[in-house]
């Protein structure tokens, strides 16, 4: 047996959990690293997914140039050269990279340094500003530099955690999971969510503020009101004028109204925090994707600095970070309005200094909207997209198609062979993936941690920090010389100790002599990391050998060494609802799946959860705007339109819709929410309101639903039978949910069609009931079943795809089995699972009600005991409570 074990770390979210990855005899499997800090073992259903994602299926494996496969030489020589031609013809700020929080430390720190040293250009901007970018500056305003100043040991420190535009039970399972566990160990530790919907982390709190989107300034501010009427006071710059600011809003009751709560939930809030010491505010996207983006994180850590909790443990407030490495790409400066190594353009001339570069960028950059309306404009003519998928990513992303499709030149990185964007690309280069790649990230709590490589790299492939720096010396700059990330590591790590006598607090000068072998080993650690020399050098800087916790003793890295409150004043969603667009539309995640879905797509489990895009609506407008639970709606805003299945619940906010990001043109008919999603942005971090954009909604008037399971992919974006289509990747065979607007006449004929079969196929089974207009058939070849197609006027009158999918095992369809194949349904009921809850041990609903109620099970260790359901990763423990809920409630 020939097993090798390669301690790494998960490549989704900032929770940032180590993993130990196994290949035996070319198998690959994962489970949770013990000896990391963040997850100590754990892993959420996407970690534990991990090995269904690595398969080569899908890849980019070779450069391409104009649809054609090409050498690297030739690749790497066209991108050059094109770069080289139009920044000698228009000027360095012609041209522009756009990168990710998905790359490692290393190859973003090449970018960076190509971009804003050697070209000399701050046109690079990354994803982590439609993500990160209102924390950055929220941090810089309040702290002087953009640092996160606490730990995950601190949420299960506190006494109160506060979530605020957080569903962490999705998003950050490890973390909600470490949270939930500390509270069964303490009972008396509260959590309150605050959220408009009634997330999965909503279900599970003590207290749940359900406020009007956007209203989070009013509430913190009639917070700070609040604790400075309760006695605490601050002597800090900006606390008189922003309590003074705060006042103005007046009491609880006028706080109430505005964000829509009613006045004892805010008040039981204002009382919590009041008088918990040991108080955490963790914020995300329900802060940072907003107009006001900015100004929602200044007044939650305005709360904090007046009440002194911070840097103790216990208390602070905690941005926590949603890509793996949105860290690491903040410390390099990835973000156009940054330098290096947290530095800002102030600092120009010193990273100049120490890269000895031919020139440096001294005024920040494009960020990310404003750089594809340049694009759109033809003010940037060419275009580097590495890691992200924009076309699908960014709002208004209709816009951005039709400013790369009129861009001179854009090259893609990436790992798949088919995105939206890379389908626009004329220089595709093939990157390494997760499994391949080696390098450093930087996680929520500051923790750096390797990445490392235990498979080959596939075909062409190449590393991304490798690619950057062929391309640099290509265009004639040295710089760029590295032989390995270790070597790109060390200069990042002596950039941020250069000429850092404490005004920053990033340095990580203990790690700027790491010997190779030193960095293979590396044992995952926080930032700052000092050397014995730095620390007797450094004079007035706060010695801080345990960098859990920063700004303990108070001091900071502003002009005057102190924290800034800022007073914030309360404004609406840039564009508000109106009569014709009625509806405010919040778009965000599902627990299985990661944004554009060109990993968690690959793994049936994952794809099982929530196989299709939805639409959450109230049930109040669910009746104002006539759709139907498990109908099709068609959602719309000013810019364009989404069709996608309904879901109707009271978890939803009157007058708000969700819809979630994931879906795109490779998986749906046209259900790409970021076309929809207004580009509007914050006006201090250009971080573009996600949340919020005035829609409306109606009922997508199909003519018949149906869906087609199939063994091997078909092209239904062709079928002009077909308006509403879903892929849905299975096990051994590929789901399609789909609908039409007008009634073939023949469906046998159509039904051959989607499926590619012809006439003579001697195997096929089918029952039509034209009157009733449903039709079903079923295509088999040898026994086995290759297709089957199920079709009906609505719907409900469907039957489960569950057990359908089950016989597409390779293994012949047993008699009994095809006896009810027609029908949909085995013969015995029970062998049903219905649709799945855990991902991990692929346990189904209908198994899970059976038990309930059979066995009597009344919480959710015991439907762990009895189904292993939940007992994993945990990710599903709220929905199996929620089962559990209904079923006593029957
Ligand atoms: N499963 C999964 N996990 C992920 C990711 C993924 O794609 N899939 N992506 C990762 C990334 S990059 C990120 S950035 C994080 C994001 O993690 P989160 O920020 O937790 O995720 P979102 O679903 O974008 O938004 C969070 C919540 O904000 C709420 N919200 C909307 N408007 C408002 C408002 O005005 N005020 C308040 N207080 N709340 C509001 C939404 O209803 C939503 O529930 O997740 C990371 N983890
Ligand atoms: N409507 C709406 N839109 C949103 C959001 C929202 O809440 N609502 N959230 C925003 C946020 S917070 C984020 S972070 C973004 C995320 O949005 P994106 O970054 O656009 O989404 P991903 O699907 O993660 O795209 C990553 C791409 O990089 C490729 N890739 C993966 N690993 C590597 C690698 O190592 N090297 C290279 N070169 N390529 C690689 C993948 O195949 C994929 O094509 O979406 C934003 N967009
Ligand atoms: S919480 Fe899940 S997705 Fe996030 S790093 Fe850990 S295992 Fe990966
Ligand atoms: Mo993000």
Not at 369 to 394: D, Q, Y
Not at 437 to 462: C, D, H, W, Y
Not at 636 to 662: C, D, N
Not at 797 to 817: I, K, M, N
Request: hydrophobic share 40%.
């Amino acid at each position: 047996m020939n097993s090798v074990t390669t301690r790494t770390t998960c490549p989704y979210c900032g929770v940032g959990c180590g993993v130990n990855a196994v290949v035996e005899n070319g198998a690959v499997s994962v489970a949770g690293d013990a000896a990391h800090p963040s997850n100590l073992g754990s892993l959420c259903s996407k970690g534990t997914a991990l090995a269904d994602t690595v398969g080569l299926d899908g890849r980019l494996l070779h450069p391409m140039v104009d649809g054609r496969r090409a050498s690297w030489d030739d690749a790497l020589d066209e991108v050059a050269a094109r770069f080289g031609e139009i920044i000698a013809e228009h000027g360095r700020d012609a041209v522009a990279f756009y990168v990710s929080g998905q790359l490692l430390t290393e190859d973003y720190y090449v970018a960076n340094k190509l971009m804003k040293g050697y070209i000399g250009s701050a046109n690079i901007d990354t994803n982590s500003r439609l993500c990160m970018s209102s924390a950055v500056a929220g941090h810089k305003r309040a702290f002087g530099e953009d640092v996160v100043p606490g730990c995950y040991e601190d949420l299960e420190i506190a006494d109160l955690v506060v979530l605020v535009g957080s569903n962490t039970a999705w998003c950050h399972p490890v973390v909600h999971q470490r949270i939930v566990a500390a509270q069964e160990h303490d009972p008396n530790k509260k959590l309150v969510v605050i959220d408009p919907r009634r997330t999965a982390t909503a279900e599970g709190a003590d207290l749940h503020l359900p406020l009007a989107p956007g209203t989070d300034v009013h509430l913190f501010n009639g917070l700070l009101a609040h604790l400075a009427e309760r006695g605490f006071a601050s002597d800090l710059p900006g606390a008189e004028d922003a309590i003074d600011e705060a006042r103005n809003l007046g009491g609880i009751d006028t706080i109430a109204e505005a964000c829509g709560i009613d006045a004892d939930t805010v008040s039981a809030f204002f009382e919590l925090f009041a008088a918990t010491e040991r108080t955490v505010t963790v914020f995300s996207q329900g802060v940072n994707q907003s107009s006001a983006g900015t100004d929602k994180v200044n007044a939650i850590i305005n709360c904090h600095l007046l009440t002194d909790r911070i840097g103790k443990p216990g208390a602070c407030p905690f941005s926590i970070t949603g890509q793996p490495n949105a860290m690491g790409g903040r410390e390099v400066g990835g973000l156009s309005s940054t330098l290096a190594a947290h530095m800002g353009f102030d600092g120009a001339d010193r990273v100049q200094r120490f890269w000895d570069s031919p020139t440096i960028a001294r005024e920040p950059g494009l960020k990310a909207v404003e750089l594809f309306e340049a694009i759109e404009r033809g003010e940037i003519k060419a275009v580097w997209i590495m890691a992200t998928n924009p076309l699908v990513s960014l709002p208004h992303a209709d816009r951005a198609k039709r400013a790369l499709e009129a861009c001179e030149f854009v090259a893609v990185s990436d790992c798949m062979r088919h995105t939206d964007t890379v389908d626009r690309a004329h220089v595709l280069l093939p990157a390494a993936a997760w499994a391949e790649k080696s390098g450093t990230v930087t996680n929520s709590e500051r923790i750096i941690s390797r990445q490392r490589a235990f498979l080959p790299m596939p075909g062409a492939a190449r590393a991304d920090w490798d690619i950057v720096c062929d391309v640099a010396r290509r265009m004639g700059f040295d710089g760029f010389d590295f032989d390995s990330p270790a070597a790109i590591f060390r200069e990042h790590a002596e950039l941020t100790a250069f000429e850092n006598d404490g005004q920053r607090v990033l340095n990580l000068d203990g790690l700027a002599d790491l010997a190779d072998d030193d960095y293979d080993m590396l044992e995952p650690l926080r930032w700052p990391v000092f050397s014995t020399q730095a620390l007797r050098a450094a004079g007035a800087m706060p010695v801080q050998q345990d960098s859990r916790r920063l700004f303990a003793d108070g001091v900071y890295p502003t002009s005057d060494g102190k924290a800034h409150l800022v007073a914030v004043t309360p404004r609406g969603p840039a564009n508000a609802v109106s009569d014709q667009w009625p509806l405010a539309l919040n778009t965000g995640r599902v627990r299985d799946h990661w944004h554009t879905m060109t990993r968690t797509a690959k793994s049936a489990r994952l794809a099982a959860h929530i196989p299709e895009p939805f639409v959450e609506v109230h049930p109040r407008d669910a009746e104002r705007y006539g759709v139907a639970d498990g109908a099709l709606a068609a959602v719309s805003t000013t810019l364009g339109e989404a069709h996608v299945r309904v879901i109707v619940t009271a978890g939803q906010r009157e007058g708000s819709l969700f819809v979630p990001m994931h879906w795109n043109d490779q998986f749906a008919a046209r259900a790409r929410v970021g076309a929809l999603a207004n580009p509007a942005v914050c006006p201090i971090s250009g971080e573009p309101e996600f949340k919020h954009t005035p829609a409306a909604i109606a009922p997508f008037e199909a003519a018949w639903h149906g869906f087609i399971l199939a063994s091997r992919p078909l092209l239904l974006a062709a079928e002009a039978s077909i308006d509403y289509w879903v892929k849905v990747p299975g096990e051994r065979f590929y789901r399609y949910e789909i609908a039409g607007l007008h009634t073939p006449g023949d469906w046998a004929a159509t039904a051959r069609s989607w499926i590619g079969v012809g006439e003579r196929t001697a195997d096929w089974l089918e029952a039509a009931d034209t009157a009733g207009g449903r039709y079903r058939a079923a295509h088999m070849d040898a026994g086995h079943i290759e297709a089957c197609v199920f079709v009906a006027p609505e719907p409900a009158a469907l039957p489960d795809r569950s057990w359908l999918a089950s016989l597409f095992t390779g293994e012949p369809v047993a008699e009994d089995e095809r006896m009810g194949l027609l029908a949909g349904r085995p013969a015995d009921p029970g062998a049903d699972p219905g649709p799945q809850v855990c991902s991990c041990f692929g346990v189904g609903r209908n198994t899970i009600v059976r038990a309930i109620n059979e066995q009597g099970l009344d919480s959710v260790a015991a439907v762990g005991e009895a189904l292993e359901a939940g007992t994993n990763c945990g990710s599903c423990k709220p929905e199996i409570a929620a089962l559990i809920e209904a079923q006593a409630g029957e």
